[in-house]
């Protein structure tokens, strides 16, 4: 695991990799929606077919600095937290990340969905790079787990419950290429809940993609939440949101009630941060 601040594709776009990243206050978001939405389809019973389109390694060892520290690190001491999604999340993250006073390394989606669903679920996983692959294949025990490109095979997909995208961002064409893939996806698996996470530096491509989704009529919500305002630029993230297609019950309302939680603790400025949901 890098303790790099940030990395940057070859067109200077930033580079949201996994293993670059993990435990950051993106992390942190991402995956207090992502718990939610495994729970409460779960309690509604009736199977889980769990697909996940950039899983990653599964797992990354944190070293004593990092981004890390702006996320899962704020969290981790704190004890007062109210029963909730972020409380949830955090027990799961101790109980998966060993750590006394900081955790030594932080769960990944495939390994938190793991724990949440049980050893009995299927998970298919894919991931692009094959360092990648063999460290996820190691950290995540019986997963169908595929060396490809996830997006491009999301289009193959005929059976799922939950699934979830996280690409790594390195791209201008990926704000097109995938919503494309979201909206088919969308189509194609109806009674399926999606998941997007997606970085914040502006609203300008967010927005521009919302945009999509709406105007070809896929119904959905954003959750997304700003730690470092927008009018400071910076190498590391401003924020991030999760667009969510078809959520479980009582999901939005747990991430809207999650949000002033992570925003007041890992705002990096003292009471600026600010959240914004909107559904279509």
């Given at each position: 695991m890098s303790s790099?601040?940030?990395r940057y594709a070859p067109d200077g776009a930033p580079d949201y990799s996994h293993r670059f990243h993990a435990g950051n206050v993106g992390d942190v978001w991402k995956h207090c929606?992502?718990?939610?939405?495994?729970?409460?389809?779960?309690?509604?019973?009736?199977?889980?077919?769990?697909?996940?389109?950039?899983?990653?390694?599964?797992?990354?060892?944190?070293?004593?600095?990092?981004e890390w520290t702006e996320g899962i690190g704020r969290l981790w001491s704190a004890r007062d937290l109210v029963d909730g999604a972020v409380a949830r999340y955090l027990a799961l993250c101790r109980r998966l990340a060993p750590g006394a006073e900081r955790p030594t390394s932080y769960p990944g989606s495939p390994v938190l969905a793991r724990a949440v669903l049980g050893d009995g679920i299927a998970l298919a996983l894919w991931e692009r790079d094959a360092a990648a692959c063999e460290q996820l294949r190691r950290n995540v025990a019986a997963a169908r787990i595929t060396c490809d490109d996830g997006l491009a095979a999301l289009a193959t997909v005929t059976d799922a419950t939950i699934v979830l995208v996280d690409p790594p961002w390195t791209q201008k064409a990926d704000w097109i290429a995938v919503p494309d893939a979201m909206?088919?996806?969308?189509?194609?698996?109806?009674?399926?809940?999606?998941?997007?996470?997606?970085?914040?530096?502006?609203?300008?491509?967010?927005?521009?993609?919302?945009?999509r989704f709406e105007a070809e009529g896929v119904q959905g919500t954003i959750a997304e939440l700003i730690t470092t305002s927008l009018k400071h630029q910076r190498h590391r993230l401003n924020g991030s949101g999760v667009l969510l297609v078809r959520p479980p019950a009582g999901t939005l309302e747990a991430l809207a009630a999650a949000a002033p939680v992570v925003g007041r603790v890992c705002a990096t400025r003292q009471g600026a941060w600010s959240f914004r949901m909107h559904a279509w």
């Open positions: 790099a601040s940030s929606a992502l718990v939610e939405v495994l729970r409460r389809t779960a309690e509604a019973g009736g199977g889980v077919r769990y697909v996940e389109t950039h899983a990653g390694e599964g797992r990354y060892a944190l070293g004593p600095t990092g909206v088919a996806a969308a189509r194609a698996l109806p009674g399926a809940c999606l998941v997007l996470w997606y970085p914040v530096k502006s609203l300008t491509r967010p927005n521009a993609m919302l945009a």
